[in-house]
């Protein structure tokens, strides 16, 4: 059904772009985006980002990972606008949807948007906050600090329906992947170094343990291509294959908070750990991508393809010039 709704808005939005561009209207791109976009109006930004993310790493390490996901959940849906932030009083809100039922960091996001408000009052937005804070999470976790793109601004509109549709669940296969990835202009490289943030984090054996382990393709037995010897360490960690099981597993148990490779040594033995990443042997691209990634000697290449994708996925329908506002507090009410 998701999948549906996705197609259905990939042709209207494809649609809407021939329309636009035919009536010679701008089309909104990432324009008005630049590295360093606050460097007079508040010169310590990103310092400042960055000091706040080293505090709240090192209260609490898992808060890296949750910071990492938290733009993707942010771009994918409406654009990265900080309309994940959003406190909706008369619909349901983004917040509220599914698909965000074990997100977190807003808190925390809050938390570097108040440190801003004291250094620069109502300058910098809470979407560049979100992207920067994201950069930051890698960073910390031993992977690459590159430049990102700032300038965006904050959306006022957030819908639950938009992250149902939107956000790729973790069951997808290549095919549903390619497409929730196309809709939003993103290729098969996007997706297969994207997915490479699975290094760090973790989830809930609500997320994986149906599919994967209990009840693969509704047919009540385990995911033949789920590695054998690693299968029975995750059934003992998600007992019950209960859907609601909140039980958290790492994703590269190796080193769960290191931004490493090893995350495609895994899914190229058949240990990743949902359907979505072990899709990525399905496809001839996204396969080769993870051999090579797997038996590479250095980061360097990937480190290289993790700063343009992730410039990518920040560049999604941000709103920028005159569009959106900055906002005193991210989650503020909406109606
Ligand atoms: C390709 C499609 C993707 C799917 C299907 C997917 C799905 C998921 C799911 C289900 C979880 C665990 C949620 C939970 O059980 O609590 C998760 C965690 C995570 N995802 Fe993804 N994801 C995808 C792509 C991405 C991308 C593009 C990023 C980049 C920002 C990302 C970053 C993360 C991180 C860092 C975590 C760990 C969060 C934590 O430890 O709190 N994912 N993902
Ligand atoms: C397995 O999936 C099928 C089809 O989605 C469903 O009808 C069945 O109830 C599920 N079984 C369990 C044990 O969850
Ligand atoms: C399963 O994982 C082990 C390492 O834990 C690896 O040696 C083996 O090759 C993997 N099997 C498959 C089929 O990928
Ligand atoms: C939205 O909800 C608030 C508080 O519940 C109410 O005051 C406001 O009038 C509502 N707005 C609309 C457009 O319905």
Known sequence: MALLGVVVRALIVAAAAAVASGSGLPVPGYDGLAVGFYRKTCPQAEELVLAEMREIVAEDR???????RFMLHDCFVRGCDASIMLISRNQTGERDAVPSYSLRGYEQIERIKSRLEEACPMTVSCADII?????DAVYLSKGPRYPVETGRRDGKV???????????????????LKIYFSVKNLGWKDLVVLSGSHTIGRAQCGSFAGDR???????????????????PELRKACVAGDPKDETFVEMDPGSPYTFDLSYYREVYSNKG????????????????YVARMASAYSTDEYFRDYAEAMTNMGRLEVLTGDNGEIRKVCSAYVD
């Open 62 to 68: 898992t808060l890296g990972p949750a910071l990492l």
């Open 131 to 135: 992207v920067m804070a994201a950069r």
């Open 273 to 288: 750990l949902f359907v979505s990443d072990q899709a990525l042997l399905a496809d001839k691209w996204t396969r080769d």
């Open 158 to 176: 957030s819908c639950d329906m938009d992250a149902n549709n939107d956000l790729p669940p973790p069951g997808s296969n290549i095919v549903d």
């Open 213 to 231: 382990l209990y009840n693969y393709s509704g047919q009540g037995k385990q995911d033949p291509s789920l590695n054998a010897t690693y299968a």
